[in-house]
Each structure stands twice: as structure tokens, then as C-alpha cells.
């Protein structure tokens, strides 16, 4: 069992208290890399959800102003600074990724709450130069009010910083459900702002447990008009379904499918350090990693070679241990998925490059799969058409610029994509005719605090990040005053 003085509750929060579930029910938070148990928590549902809902929509009434919010959010990027190691330690635990990039992770979501203090005076009134109608015209920010904000696993405290920063700069109280799979970084980030902070009494709530009773009761509340979700396009839908006799706001980070395009003009040692970098990330579970690989056809097998020789080199383990580069997969329902996709593509004709066949694969020995890669890789193979979320590299092989972008945009959803060429005409136009929110040009770098951050297709509603993201938890009130 784990022990932590950042878990010294394991239990929700509402209205400033620990809290248990009413039921008394719990479930097992376990560990990726070993099997083994970590903590049991509350496993809660609508009673709890609702009484959350109503502590927030108490702390609504307080109307924190702008300086009292920046002090919030500058405590808290400041506690996630003081304690990453620990708040590391413990995302390396329920997840299974490295505790250095873990304890990056924690880095990464102090940034949010940082640039949010930062920014938080683009959310004051500001008045119109013009007089129109003879009045003069101010225009206010105002909270949108209790704020539900739904997290996935794969980022347990980068995902929750991204929503959450933005939420208290607005002085939006939050009620928060974290993945099952990852709620004990919740728990400690909640144990961080318990002890650090002093918000009012409901501005703040965790719970965590049963996604249809908790997901249910956020998206029937007339009192939530607000719901922020990171996760699948199917859930998204859901969302949106469940949610359309209310008119709620939404903010949904959806699946993704990254095109990562080499052309042949390209510094392929980059290109191949790069795809390392952003493919084998919390073992190539992310929304933003690359999924497919599109390397021109004079390119493709020098590329691929580097790629291979770089996988060769790479350490798969038990986060804890220093020396790993790539933990385990989450759950054995996604190390067979990655299985899966690879059976398809080699029994449809591509080549195992590196990594393991299927059949010497299989998750009752473990959840750590190998970084993987294969060419001679089409369109009709599963691996293209799907998001993997998991550490296979599937190589296409294209011809033309216009090809390049034919391919990348051969999918429903549009989140990030990456292209690598020197020729700056070339990817002035091929980012141009990209629909996906972030495009990398020679860089496989994901999203900043300081920049937005979002989908576009099927892959979601809003951004996170940036003086945008700030903007997605308020509502503009426009007063026109009359001069008598």
C-alpha cells in the first residue's frame, strides 16, 4: 500500500471536508507495473455529486475578486513546485509513467496556474472607446458559475491544472471527477490546497467512483452550467446529447489520430529524436502522440532505420527505476488494443521493424509492451484508421506534398499533427491545409500553458491554455449607461 504525506486522506472532498462514500464502498487503485495495490478509495456516486453541487453553488456567492484569485493560483503552482518530487512519486505509482516524467508533469501543470495569475487581467471590464447610442459601453466578465470538470488517466495532474487554473482565475467553483484508474494524484493535489489555501468552503470538491452516477448528475444539474471533459469522442457525444435541453457550455479535448509527416527534405536524425520524444510518451498514451507516420518515399527507409536504432536503445520498466525510459500500459484492456492493431497490420502485410510479434505478446505476463515498429503500413490497417494510444509506430510511405496532406487528413479528427521540412513555402501551405488545432512544424512538442490548446472535427469544443482558455469559464456582460 502506498504511503505518502501528501495521502493522508483518502477520501473525496466537499464543502472543505474529507469525505467518505455514503455507501461506505470503496475500489482498488493498483499499480501498472507490478499488479499490486496501492490505496482503496470512496467509490461515490449521485448523493455525493449533488451534495458537491451544492457546496459550490454556495461559494458561488462569495465573488472572489481578481487579486484573492491570482493569490490562489499562484499558491498553488508554487505548492506543485515545492512538492513534485512527491506529487511525481505518486503519478509514477497509479500510472506507470517514469517518475522524472511524472515529477516533469507536475512541472507542467504548475505552469497553468502560473499563467493564469499571470494573465488573469485580460478577464477585467474594459470600456468601448466609441459611444454608440449616445451611452457609454462597458463590458464585464462574469463566472459562468459551478464548473464540473471531468479528467482521464493518461495526465493525471497536467489534465486537471488545465481546467482548473482557469476555473478558480474566473472564481468558478469546481466539482472535480478524476479518472479510477488515477485518483490519488487528485487526492494529493486536494491535500496541497487544503493545507496551503484558504478558499471558501465549497469552491473546491473531488469526487470520485461510479462516471455514470457522477458524469449523470453533473450533466442533469440546472445549477452546473458548465462541463469541462478530456477523454474519448464517444463520451463527448454523450455529453453534448445529455446536455442539450440545458444549452450547458462544454469544453471537450477528444480523441485524436497525429499525423507526423517527414518530407524528404527533412533532418531526419531531428525528425527520428523528435518522434521518440512525442511517440513514447507515458508509453505512447496521449491524445497528441504520434499515431500515424507519413515519411517520403526517397526517405522512408533511411528514416525508418534511424527510428529502429533509437527503439533498440530504449529502457522498459518500472517507472521508479531511473534508468527506464517507458513504463507499462495502463490496463490490459489497452496493452491488447496496441496488440491488436499490430496483429491486424502484420497480418494485412506490414513489416515488423522492431518490437515483439503478437503472438509472443500477451498482457497476463505483464503490461509492458515494447516500443514497436512497422512499415509497409496503408490505410486500410486498423493502426491508421484508429487511435492506438500505445507505443506502435505504423510507417506510410507518400509521394507527393499533396498526398501528404491527403493523407494527414484522412480521419474525423483534427487535434495535432506534426510536419518536418526545411522549406519554408512548403510548410507554410501544408499547415495551412491541415485541419488539426496544433501543428508542429520540425518540433514534436505538445501543448503550453501560454498557448492554446484544442481540437478541431471530432476532436473537441474550446481551448485549454493561453489568454484563450481563460475565457471558456466566463460569460461577457455588456452595460450600456446612459450619460443622464
Avoid at 469525505?19 to 449521485?46: C, I, Y
Avoid at 525528425?271 to 517520403?296: E, P
Avoid at 489497452?334 to 503472438?359: M, S, Y
Wanted: include cysteine; glycine fraction near 10%; charged fraction near 25%.
Amino acid at each position: 500500500m502506498i504511503e505518502s504525506p501528501l495521502l493522508k486522506h483518502m477520501s473525496g472532498y466537499i464543502g472543505g471536508k474529507w469525505v467518505d462514500a455514503d455507501s461506505g464502498d470503496t475500489f482498488a487503485v493498483m499499480n501498472p507495473a507490478n499488479g499490486k495495490e496501492l490505496a482503496q478509495v470512496p467509490r461515490m456516486g449521485e448523493a455525493e455529486t449533488r451534495r458537491a453541487i451544492a457546496a459550490a453553488k454556495g461559494a458561488l456567492q462569495m465573488r472572489p475578486d481578481r487579486e484573492v484569485c491570482r493569490e490562489w493560483l499562484e499558491d498553488i503552482a508554487q505548492a506543485l513546485i515545492d512538492e513534485k518530487t512527491e506529487v511525481g512519486r505518486i503519478l509514477c505509482l497509479e500510472h506507470g509513467k517514469p517518475w522524472k516524467e511524472a515529477e516533469g508533469e507536475a512541472a507542467y501543470a504548475a505552469g497553468f496556474f502560473s499563467n493564469c495569475a499571470k494573465n488573469i487581467d485580460a478577464l477585467a471590464p474594459h470600456k468601448l472607446d466609441e459611444r454608440p447610442r449616445d451611452c457609454k459601453w462597458t463590458t464585464h466578465y462574469r463566472p459562468i458559475g459551478v464548473s464540473g470538470l471531468i479528467t482521464p488517466w493518461n495526465f493525471p495532474i497536467g489534465m486537471i491544472a488545465k481546467k482548473l487554473a482557469p476555473a478558480l482565475a474566473a472564481g468558478c467553483p469546481v466539482v472535480i471527477k478524476p479518472a479510477s484508474e488515477t485518483p490519488l494524484t487528485m487526492i494529493a493535489l486536494f491535500t496541497l490546497i487544503h493545507e496551503r489555501l484558504e478558499l471558501p468552503e465549497g469552491m473546491v470538491n473531488l469526487v470520485m467512483g461510479s462516471a455514470s452516477e457522477i458524469g449523470g448528475a453533473l450533466c442533469d444539474s440546472p445549477d452546473v452550467p458548465m462541463l469541462s471533459f478530456t477523454g474519448s469522442t464517444e463520451v463527448g457525444i454523450n455529453l453534448i446529447e445529455n446536455t442539450a435541453s440545458q444549452v450547458k457550455k462544454l469544453a471537450l479535448e477528444l480523441g485524436g489520430n497525429a499525423p507526423f509527416i517527414v518530407f524528404e527534405d527533412a533532418d531526419l536524425d531531428a525528425a527520428a529524436d523528435n518522434l521518440i520524444a512525442n511517440k513514447f510518451r507515458g508509453s505512447g498514451q496521449t491524445c497528441v502522440c504520434a499515431n500515424r507516420i507519413y515519411a517520403h518515399a526517397d526517405v522512408a527507409d533511411a528514416f525508418v532505420e534511424k527510428v529502429v536504432s533509437r527503439v533498440k536503445s530504449m529502457n522498459v520498466g518500472d517507472g521508479m527505476d531511473e534508468k527506464t525510459d517507458m513504463g507499462p500500459l495502463i490496463n490490459k484492456a489497452g496493452f491488447n488494443k496496441v496488440r491488436d492493431h499490430l496483429k491486424d497490420a502484420l497480418d494485412h502485410g506490414a513489416q515488423l521493424e522492431a518490437g515483439k510479434h503478437p503472438d509472443d505478446l500477451d498482457a497476463e505476463d505483464g503490461l509492458f509492451f515494447p516500443p514497436t515498429v512497422i512499415s509497409g503500413v496503408t490505410h486500410e490497417m486498423a493502426c491508421t484508421r484508429e487511435e492506438t494510444f500505445g507505443p506502435l509506430v505504423p510507417v506510410v510511405r507518400f509521394d507527393r506534398d499533396e498526398q501528404a496532406i491527403e493523407f494527414g487528413n484522412k480521419t474525423e479528427f483534427g487535434l495535432a499533427a506534426y510536419v518536418f521540412t526545411k522549406n519554408k513555402e512548403r510548410a507554410r501551405e501544408v499547415i495551412a491545409n491541415l485541419r488539426f488545432g496544433h501543428v508542429g512544424l520540425n518540433t514534436g512538442t505538445g501543448p503550453t500553458p501560454e498557448a492554446p490548446f484544442g481540437g478541431m472535427k471530432l476532436s473537441g469544443i474550446g481551448r485549454e491554455g493561453g489568454t484563450e482558455g481563460l475565457f471558456e469559464y466566463v460569460e461577457a456582460q455588456t452595460v450600456p449607461r446612459s450619460k443622464n
